[in-house]
């Protein structure tokens, strides 16, 4: 034991030294964390939209009125009012406007007879998340407008009624599980085994290759060094990312100790791959080259990002063996559930599991010469 415990000091102090390298471990997580977190999750507002009233009559004004209701309240779009259909739509196509709306001549004819009324919303579709903004603002402005003045007390129509079991999550909330298992990964990127290649191209494995230490011995010590690295980095980003996420309660004991637990097994995981992955590797050039590479394979097919469940099949065959998607899934379990580790058990038996694999093949392919 004592000859792993002398190649994890050995790591660790090395590590010690570079601090530049142990602040940009921890704060590129946490600056990607909150660009994409605001980013990617901000509800979509203040899209303007032409609004040509061609019919003038009192079903039209109040109808242009509740869009102004919503313009003034959940500022989903401002209006700007046309006379002209033609010039709406010419704005629309230089990009002045994101919609334009037109009230046709004979709306109000038809409200007042119950004949269908339409309204056109002609929108720049180049866009499709402002355009299932304006979708979704007008889907749900019509209902309410075509509602009678004394609604019925009773309906014979089916009604959905949503519960939601958690408190409303956010997008940087949604985001921070990844964003821990990535500032894992990149502590992984820097540690174990690329750690051995930058030795063999200074020569300096040549000290500990003619030792009596074996394979696995060496292995495994460069991979728990790597874990107590990514353990800090983990902790770090377990308690800034929650602050910075607005995490209700960030400093729950009970939680913290659970989500630690799965910082280790996660970093074992990674950690064992990523010495696999470079153990046969001698040009430190390589693990430099790959990392975008791997960042992107990894990271965005775990649901880090985006639900799974919307992947091609071929992208869930990635899925299902990715080592991320299991830290993320489990993550998410600890930090918007608050469950208990009961619930991720399978997630930290995978992570066991294929660190296991991994420490296996590694001793397997590595070779002990110089």
Sequence with gaps: MHRILAIIERDLRRFRRSPALIVISMIMPLVQLVILGYAFGGKVKHLNIGVVDRDHGLPAVRLKEMFQAVAANAQTFDTVAYADSAAAIRDLRVGKVNGVLEIPPDFSRKVLAGANPRVMLAEDNTDQFSSAAMEGAMGGLLPTYNQ????????????????????????IQFLLPGTIVLAIF??????????????????????????????????????????????????VLVTLGSLIAGIPDPFNVARMARMMVLVVVTALALISMMFLLMVRVTDPLIPRAVFGMLNTVLFFPSGAVYPTQAFPDWMKVITTIDPFTYAVHGFKDLILKNTGLWAIAPDIAFLLGFAALALGAATLLFRRTL
Excluded: Q, W
């Excluded at 309906?155 to 999550?169: N, R």
């Excluded at 230490?213 to 495994?220: Q, Y």
């Design 148 to 171: 009678p003045a004394l609604p019925e007390r009773t309906t014979a129509g089916a009604t959905l009624a949503t519960v939601e079991i958690y408190p409303y999550v956010p997008y």
């Design 186 to 235: 990149v502590t992984a990127m820097i540690g174990g085994g690329i750690i051995y290649i930058d030795d063999k191209a200074r020569g300096l494995h040549e000290g500990y290759l003619v030792t009596p230490i074996g394979k696995f011995e060496l292995i495994l010590g460069f991979n728990l060094a790597g874990v107590a690295k990514a353990i800090v980095t983990g902790a």
